[in-house]
């Protein structure tokens, strides 16, 4: 699967932003996209995930400020930012896990956007 990521940008604490992922793949096969985001310096964390029946996760830091979502007629994935904070400052990335029926597993990550929130 191939990921496109984007939305990513300068704001001010408080203030949202919509990533957005383009992706080549079905929900067919994939079972689960997720966005991750990796501050400075830090490792990659979870931020929130969707699964192929529509279940959500969400990170504890961002419950409640971010929504993840889906627009299957556009392959799309969004992930909507709102009262955003310094602390959410990282680079986003997509991902998609494809599951086959002969159990095998493929892990795909787009190329990461930059989000900054200035305070």
């Known amino acids: 699967v191939q990921l496109q990521a984007s939305g990513g940008g300068l704001v001010q604490a408080g203030g949202s932003l919509r990533l957005s992922c383009r992706h080549s793949?079905?929900?067919?096969?994939?079972?689960?996209m997720a966005w991750y985001r990796q501050p400075p310096a830090k490792v990659r964390e979870l931020v929130a995930s969707?699964?192929?029946?529509?279940?959500?996760n969400y990170a504890g830091s961002v419950k409640g400020r971010f929504t993840i979502s889906r627009d299957n007629d556009k392959n799309t994935l969004f992930l909507q930012m709102n009262s955003l904070k310094p602390e959410d400052t990282a680079t986003y990335y997509c991902?998609?896990?494809?599951?086959?029926?002969?159990?095998?597993?493929?892990?795909?990550w787009g190329q990461g956007t930059q989000v900054t929130v200035s305070s």
């Open positions: 991902y998609a896990r494809d599951t086959y029926f002969s159990g095998a597993t493929d892990d795909s």
């Open positions: 969707i699964g192929r029946d529509d279940t959500t």
């Open positions: 793949g079905s929900w067919f096969t994939i079972d689960k």
